[in-house]
Every structure is written in structure tokens, then in C-alpha cells.
């Protein structure tokens, strides 16, 4: 049995469910919306294992069988039932208590979880995956991470041409250190910032479903290609390209990464991130990638195992 545990309104969540229906698999879906209304019962120790039961409106779902999970976070806080509620109250300690003990299932359970919190809580961290994907033999532009505002000055000089981005798992706009930066640029003693110096070239994402690459091609009139108007194309990866992003995938610990490379005019491959939860249905739906698919006949396959 496969189980799914978001929203949907999440638009890979709704996408991955629509593939497993259509495929006949055998499937549940655990709405992250009802944790108000849901309850869970689990035990484990080292001589019986795991034992795990959620109840939705009091139907009783026994965890046993799940042979693969797939998870798509939310912050529960952000539903109306909890925005105003102080973090102590009742209601809000037993869904972070729901939350803390299905994941904890998921964690010490035989199942496939994809992905599991250890390895996917390494998009918190850049520098932690900068240090993997050089590992991988991925190219890595010249960075630095501080909160000085001197250090980040003498790296623009060294680098005139440097993006400035997010250091943590938040999303932030990819931006090129302009003048007005650099006058404000004090601010970063308040703010541990992630300087990068400008690789140009060709931007291409990669999904690696249980080491099969599905790559994409991608132009854009922006740098952050997000938040401008792009066109994506199907695209193969030169064979140790795609290796690569085997390796990294697995040396993360992941089912299912996201990986943003750069292909430079002279031929060299950067890799910048790695997404650990890819929200893959924006490049399903400019390319015509089949993602989806792939991902829901990778759950289908497993379940069946």
C-alpha cells in the first residue's frame, strides 16, 4: 500500500495522486489539512519494532501495511484553525505531537519514504550540500557565507560579477550584487548572506527518480529563471553528467531530488542545489516531461516488492 501525506492544493501532490489512480495503485491519502481531526498511535522498540495507527474521523488506518510513503511538507500553523492560536494551546500541541510521531514512524519504518527528514532536511543547510556536490565531481562557483559585512566586501571586489541568494531552505529571488547593493551592503552583519560569483551559461534541472534522470533545458530572460518568462525542453545529459547526479542523489540519502546545473559555454557543468523535495509539476508543465508518471510507476513498482 502507498501512502501520501500533504494537500491538495499542493500541485505535485494532486499531479503524483493522479498518476498512482491511473495506474491502478494501491493508495491512500492522508490529508495534512485534518490534523486537527486526526489522531495517531505509535510505539516502537528495538525487539518488536514499529507499531503505528492514524485515525481520521475516527476510521482507523493501520500503518502496517504502507510499503512506500511520499511527503510533501506543510506548516499547519498557516490554516486558519491554528493562525491565531498560541503555540502552547492544546490544539496546536497535538498536531506538532501528530506531526513529530507520523515522521518518526517514517523515519524508523521499512518503508520507501520519499523522502525521509534526515535527508531531506540537508536543503536547510547550502554549504553542507556544496561540500556533497563537489564530492559527487560536480563544479561549485567560488562562494562565501558571512555575516561580515568586510569579507563579503573584499569578495565583490575579488568577484565584481558575484548573485547574492538564501543561505537556508527559504526561497529567495537569485540576484546579481549591483551598485545599489553595495550600499547597503552593511546590512549583511545582520544577515548571514551566500555570495556566489556569476557562472554564465545554460540552466538545466534535473529529477532523479530512484536513479532514472529526467533533465530539462531551460531559457529565460532572467537569471532566476522562476521569476521571468521561460521556455523548457526535454534534454539528455552527457552520460557522466547524469552519473553524477546519481551519485549526489544517493550520497544525500534520496528517492527523489531536484537538481539545478549550469552548463557554461566552454562546456563545464556547475550544479549549485540540490531540491529535496522537488516541486517538479512547474517543469512537468512547460516541458511536458512526464515526471509524474515516473514517480508514480517507481511508487507502483516498489509497493509491489
Known amino acids: 500500500m502507498i501512502l501520501l501525506w500533504g494537500t491538495m492544493d499542493d500541485s505535485p501532490m494532486a499531479a503524483t495522486r493522479d498518476a498512482l489512480a491511473r495506474g491502478g495503485a494501491d493508495f491512500f491519502f492522508l490529508d495534512h489539512r485534518a490534523i486537527a481531526a486526526s489522531e495517531i498511535d505509535y510505539a516502537f522498540s528495538p525487539q518488536t519494532g514499529g507499531r503505528c495507527v492514524v485515525r481520521m474521523a475516527n476510521e482507523p488506518i493501520d500503518m502496517a501495511g504502507v510499503k512506500v510513503a511520499y511527503v510533501r511538507g506543510s506548516d499547519f500553523r498557516d490554516y486558519d484553525e491554528f493562525r491565531e492560536l498560541p503555540t502552547d494551546s492544546p490544539q496546536v500541541m497535538q498536531a506538532g505531537w501528530f506531526e513529530a510521531q507520523l515522521r518518526a514512524w517514517l523515519d524508523a519504518s521499512d518503508a520507501v519514504v520519499i523522502n525521509r527528514s534526515g535527508p531531506s532536511a540537508t536543503n536547510y543547510s547550502k554549504p553542507y550540500q556544496m561540500k556533497l556536490i563537489r564530492q559527487a565531481g560536480f563544479l561549485v562557483p567560488e562562494a562565501l557565507i558571512s555575516n561580515d559585512a568586510a569579507a563579503a566586501t573584499r569578495f565583490l571586489s575579488e568577484n565584481p560579477d558575484s548573485i ?6 527559504v526561497r529567495s529571488i537569485v540576484r546579481k550584487v549591483g551598485d545599489s547593493h553595495r550600499s547597503f551592503i552593511d546590512d549583511v552583519n545582520w544577515c548571514p548572506t551566500l555570495f556566489q ?86 517543469f512537468e508543465s512547460l516541458s511536458g516531461q512526464r515526471i509524474s508518471i515516473a514517480l508514480a510507476d517507481f511508487m507502483i513498482d516498489a509497493d509491489s516488492r
Not at 547574492?164 to 531552505?169: C, I, T, V
Open 164 to 169: 547574492y541568494k538564501s543561505l537556508s531552505a
Open 197 to 282: 560569483k556569476l557562472i554564465p551559461g545554460t540552466n538545466y534541472r534535473a529529477h532523479v527518480i530512484n536513479g532514472e534522470v529526467l533533465a530539462v533545458r531551460i531559457e529565460s530572460d532572467q537569471l532566476d529563471y522562476r521569476y521571468g518568462k521561460s521556455s523548457m525542453t526535454v534534454a539528455e545529459l552527457p552520460l557522466e553528467v547524469a552519473e553524477k547526479c546519481r551519485r549526489l542523489t544517493a550520497m544525500l540519502g534520496l528517492y527523489f531530488s531536484g537538481i539545478d546545473l549550469m552548463r557554461t559555454p566552454q562546456g563545464d557543468w556547475y550544479c549549485f542545489e540540490v531540491n529535496t523535495s522537488p516541486a517538479f509539476t512547474y
